[in-house]
């Protein structure tokens, strides 16, 4: 290792977050404090002016990764503000006596339902109580009998003149089973069949003639006997409808007067009030249902007149918060139910189910929008209803079902709803770009935030939730040094010094898995670091099958990596394989080859088809930074090209560039690369280091790879200046930096590279454009004007 290397060092102090250790001891102050919003302040400001916008279409969609607590968020500031709103009307729906197809909304005051339920229940008992025994007072029955009287009286009447005039003519009139019937008198006797069939034949002919005048005369005796009976029935069913109607006008008019003050309540007891006496009469009166017990009796009478209560709701709750965790079309809208009687089904208005809609209208329905959207037709009637703003109960596939099928079509219900739906970017960036309605009904975007920023609230709110998370759990006491390696996970997975993951999911599991550890031992009371490190590093051994496959191939070099020594056009770059919830860095080895020629740098990986765009374009930068860097008095004319060794798979990113123009470098100026250190950054063309992602598992895997091999304290890794910031290092690299085993060098332009990797100087361009003799980029320029001129004496 050079001398001057070293000022590009990095200091064990540098590799990870520097958090003072009485920061935590302040999170045990107020942590029962459940209502802590950590960060996210854009998307509580976008939440507030959402939630409080009245006009249509001022939904939200709340922008976020899962298990940044977007829903627990978002729920605690629905139930703040919800709690401060008045209760929404309950909505039930009642029978359409004219049309059953068709059933009525009735709305009532918060708490009234019940009252309702209960009082048209009691209402029902009273009627079955009162009838069929009504009608067995005495008077009733002494005007059912003035009825019968008068119509006895003109059938008296009718059959008397009847008689009088057979009397004269010796004939008897007789009734016998309902049916008159005439007879001839002799001695004051009627003759029977055999007397009679002894009479000569002019006295039976005689009596005949006289027959057909005597029934033609009750004929007309008893020609306005029909209208009699109508008569006669008309008063019975009036006299029974008036007594039914005296009788149960006092139970209504007690229902009106508890219920003066709702109008909706007061129009559907006119209705019940204009059928009840007829379905009081049929069901509970008539005499052909003898057998019906007072069981069948009240259904049928609950069936005509109970409402049906769809959400229920008590008078002092506030606006409804509802989160919907299915959102089918039946959770969503609401259904109609089907039951069976006697072997077919049927359905009425007592059978309308409600739905999420329902229970969350007048106040907050959260969805989730990939749930939502997987759902078939339930995402275009969603919008509609919040267009139209009314919640349709319908079959959403009745025009697929039976011919015939017998359905309900209830009352269209109002519907005052604010919709926060849950989503990830991809879905809400695809539902502007594709659907203009989206845009008209979901106007407020809440925006949370992937991190939030290490300041000493923000780390105290978050260790105050982890200690939540323990106390409700039942969880041992958390100690302060375990909280900070809670926290310092949490900002490895920002991948920053300064900012804290808000996927406090993650953490929890760690907390979690933290316990299990701490379950198995019998020493210590709390929670301290140490359990929190093992869970660490059983995480680690459960997704590390891969990464240690990939070492014992280096090991065994089936792979071939070196880690110590020097070669000419070879480097080690850093990659990321990220295989499902396995991410771990492993070194590639990158190889240049160069001879004269004027077809340029090419990309291996590109020819084959294995190298994505960004790599690509990554490739192509360098000859821009040839070009620009040695290009401006001799043309630039050689063939080179680029590996990265044993990759068989796609390659993507450009943070291989660095690492590529070094071994190109390498490969002209035939100058050595030291294989003890590894290289990571993208560049521009002008030679500029930038920025890389997955820094600390490329570090991590390189170092264990050294380690494998035997550390010699020449090895390290050299990263993007930028990078440091970015830099959370596990502390077993802290310690072998410490211990000068392995070292981090952080560089800003590619010439501090070459000098840490070829261990001799860039150089400096003089006033004269020339470079130092011996510096790197003499030598480049040396052999660069030698394949110059091999091509120009070729051609000539």
């Not at 067995?136 to 008296?156: H, L, T």
């Not at 990759?647 to 030291?674: Q, R, T, V, W």
Request: hydrophobic share 35%; aromatic share 8%; proline share 3%.
């Amino acid at each position: 290792m050079t001398q001057h290397s070293t000022q590009w060092r990095l200091s064990p102090k540098q590799l990870t977050a520097d958090l003072r250790d009485d920061i935590f001891s302040l999170s045990e102050q107020n942590s029962d404090n459940n209502d802590i919003f950590l960060g996210h302040h854009r998307a509580k400001e976008a939440l507030d002016f959402g939630l409080s916008m009245e006009s249509r279409g001022f939904n939200v969609f709340a922008m976020g990764e899962h298990g940044t607590g977007r829903q627990t968020l978002i729920r605690q500031m629905l139930s703040a503000k919800a709690s401060e709103q008045s209760t929404p009307s309950e909505w039930c729906y009642i029978n359409n006596f004219d049309d059953v197809h068709a059933p009525y909304k009735l709305y009532v005051s918060p708490g009234d339902g019940k009252q309702l339920l209960t009082r048209i229940n009691t209402f029902i008992d009273e009627l079955l109580d009162l009838f069929p025994e009504i009608f067995d007072n005495p008077g009733y029955q002494r005007q059912k009998a003035a009825i019968d009287r008068e119509f006895n009286q003109k059938y008296d009447e009718a059959i008397s003149k009847v008689e009088e005039t057979a009397l004269k003519n010796d004939v008897i009139l007789f009734e016998e089973n309902g049916e008159i019937g005439f007879s001839l008198l002799v001695d004051g006797k009627p003759l029977g069949d055999k007397e009679f069939a002894n009479l000569d034949e002019k006295k039976r002919n005689d009596f005949y003639v006289l027959l057909e005048k005597l029934e033609n005369l009750l004929s007309e005796q008893l020609i306005e006997l029909p209208l009699w009976k109508r008569i006669s029935s008309d008063k019975m069913r009036k006299l029974k409808h008036e007594t039914a109607e005296q009788s149960i006008r006092p139970f209504l008019k007690e229902l009106e007067h508890e219920f003066a003050s709702n109008i909706g309540v007061l129009k559907y007891l006119s209705k019940v009030k204009a059928h009840v006496v007829d379905a009081v009469l049929e069901i509970l009166v008539d005499e052909g249902n003898e057998n019906q017990n007072d069981k069948d009796a009240r259904k049928l009478m609950q069936e005509r007149f109970l409402p049906n209560l769809l959400v229920a709701r008590e008078p002092e709750e506030g606006a409804p918060v509802v989160y919907e965790q299915n959102p089918t079309f039946q959770n969503l809208f609401g259904h109609v139910d089907f039951a069976s009687f006697q072997g077919s089904s049927y359905t009425s208005y007592r059978l309308i189910r409600p739905g999420a809609l329902h229970k969350a209208n007048g106040g907050y329905l959260l969805l989730e929008a990939e749930k939502l959207l997987n759902q078939p037709l339930v995402w275009s009637r969603l919008k509609l209803a919040l267009k139209t703003q009314e919640i349709t109960i319908e079959n959403p596939y009745s025009e697929f079902s039976q011919p015939g099928a017998f359905s309900l079509q209830p009352e269209k219900i109002p519907l005052k709803v604010k919709v926060i739906l849950l989503g990830d970017p991809e879905i809400y960036y695809m539902l502007q770009d594709y659907d203009q309605e989206f845009t008209e009904l979901f106007r407020v975007l809440a925006d949370f935030d992937r991190y939030l920023d290490s300041t000493d609230q923000n780390l105290i709110e978050y260790a105050q939730l982890i200690r939540q998370r323990a106390e409700k759990y039942d969880y041992p006491k958390v100690s302060d040094a375990a909280i900070k390696e809670l926290v310092k996970y949490a900002l490895r997975r920002a991948e920053h010094q300064h900012k804290i993951s808000s996927n406090i999911v993650q953490v929890n599991d760690l907390l979690d898995e933290s316990v299990y550890f701490w379950k198995k031992q019998t020493v210590q009371n709390m929670l301290t670091p140490e359990f929190v490190v093992q869970a660490l590093n059983a995480q680690q051994r459960r997704t590390g099958r891969i990464s240690e496959a990939w070492l014992s191939e280096i090991k065994e070099e089936q792979v071939l990596i070196s880690t110590q020594g020097k070669q000419i056009g070879k480097v080690n770059g850093l990659t990321v394989l990220e295989i499902g919830d396995s991410v771990f860095g492993t070194p590639a080895r990158i190889t240049a080859t160069v001879y004269a020629g004027s077809h340029g740098i090419t990309d291996i990986e590109r020819e084959v088809d294995l190298g994505k765009s960004i790599h690509s374009k990554g490739v192509l930068l360098l000859s821009g930074y040839i070009g620009h860097k040695y290009g401006q008095n001799l043309p630039v004319a050689i063939s080179a090209n680029i590996a990265i060794e044993q990759s068989y798979g796609h390659i993507d990113g450009d943070s291989a560039s660095m690492a590529e123009l070094c071994a190109l470098i390498s490969a002209i100026s035939h100058l050595p690369i030291d294989q003890s250190i590894a290289i990571t950054g993208s560049m521009n063309q002008h030679g500029e280091v930038q920025s890389i992602g997955g820094v600390n598992e490329k570090i991590e895997g390189f170092y264990r790879l050294c380690k494998d091999k035997g550390l010699t304290g020449e090895q390290g890794v050299i990263i993007p200046k930028t990078n440091v910031i970015n830099l959370m290092l596990c502390d077993e690299v802290i310690n072998a930096v410490k211990n000068d085993d392995f070292h981090i060098y952080a560089v800003d332009n590619v010439d501090q590279s070459l000098e840490i990797l070829m261990g001799q100087s860039a150089g400096v361009m003089n006033s004269v454009g020339r470079y130092p003799r011996k510096s790197i980029h003499a030598l480049v320029l040396n052999k660069l004007s030698h394949l110059s001129e091999l091509l120009e004496g070729g051609e000539g």
